[in-house]
Structures are given as C-alpha cells and as structure tokens.
C-alpha cells in the first residue's frame, strides 16, 4: 500500500522561510513524478511544484524564485524549500506522487504565514 507521509508545517512569520518533506513507501516501483499542492480555505487545489524522475522541474509563477523542489531518489523523499514566505502562501500542502501511472496523496501539513 503507497503511502504518503509530509512533515515541516507549522508557522512561520513572512519574509521566513520553511522546509517540508515527503516520504513515499509501500511500494518499489517506478515512481514517475513528486511534488506538492495547496489548497487554501475556500480554494481549489492549485499546483506549486512537480519533479519528474529524470530531475526536470516544474514551479507555478507565484513561487517561482522563492520555491525550490528536490529529490532524494534513494529515500523516495521529495522536499519543498520556501523561501521569502508571504502570507498568501498559507494553506494545506499536500504531497503527491505518481507511481506506475496512478496518483497517490499525503494527508497535508498545514503551513500558516503570519503578516
């Protein structure tokens, strides 16, 4: 069973920055592409990051040049560096990966951006 498990939420005041993690288990097959999405109260889930297995990447313009995704393929762990923190970046951050063609999610970790 693929399971997704984020951590490094909390809250952080603007200007600061954080880190979340993501651990992937449960499964040893190919896992296609990681990244993260966010959903804040009374929005869509939007995407802000994606990293595919060969290392391309993808960001969304609202965090380009703050956000930075990586990859530890041996720890199936993808992190989300954010930096210059805003307090529009606040919302759920989901983790999520795509194994063997088929989507997988975390359970979220809150990240709150004092003003």
């Known amino acids: 069973q693929v399971q997704l498990v984020e951590s490094g939420g909390g809250l952080v005041q603007a200007g600061g920055s954080q880190r979340l993690s993501c651990v992937l288990s449960g499964t040893t097959s190919s896992i296609n592409v990681m990244g993260w999405y966010r959903q804040a109260p009374g929005k869509q889930r939007e995407s802000v990051a994606r990293i595919w297995s060969g290392g391309s990447t993808y960001y969304a313009d609202f965090v380009k040049d703050r956000f930075t995704i990586s990859r530890d393929n041996a720890k199936n762990t993808v992190y989300l560096q954010m930096n210059s923190l805003k307090p529009e970046d606040t919302a759920v951050y989901y983790c999520?990966?795509?194994?063997?063609?088929?989507?997988?999610w975390g359970q979220g970790t809150q990240v709150t951006v004092s003003s």
């Open positions: 999520n990966a795509v194994v063997e063609y088929r989507p997988y």
